[in-house]
């Protein structure tokens, strides 16, 4: 199982940004996905999730509105396009999926900041 995110970077609040998953070692399509983030001196916290045939999806309450996870299970990928963004949402970005135990990427790296 490996899981590499992509698509951090440096960006000035209100801006968007997107982050990229790509899977790999799994039958995609079958696992529930999730993004989390962890900020300096905090604990990882849930970001959102989303269900194998990407029908349902949840968010934690400080993202709604403004983030969107989506996937596309022909490229065994899953996103979180994340708009108006806050120094707040400073974090390092994990993906993450239940597969014979918890599997987390290396993370990616978003710092809102002007």
């Known amino acids: 199982v490996q899981l590499v995110e992509s698509g951090g970077g440096l960006v000035q609040p209100g801006g968007s940004l997107r982050l990229s998953c790509a899977a790999s070692?799994?039958?995609?399509?079958?696992?529930?996905m999730s993004w989390y983030r962890q900020a300096p001196g905090k604990e990882r916290e849930l970001v959102a999730s989303?269900?194998?045939?990407?029908?349902?999806?949840n968010y934690a309450d400080s993202v709604k509105g403004r983030f969107t996870i989506s996937r596309d299970n022909a490229k065994n990928t899953v996103y979180l396009q994340m708009n108006s963004l806050k120094p707040e949402d400073t974090a390092v970005y994990y993906c993450?999926?239940?597969?014979?135990?918890?599997?987390w990427g290396q993370g990616t790296q978003v710092t809102v900041s002007s």
């Open positions: 993450t999926t239940l597969v014979g135990g918890r599997r």
């Open positions: 070692g799994f039958t995609f399509s079958s696992y529930f």
């Open positions: 989303i269900f194998g045939n990407g029908g349902t999806t």
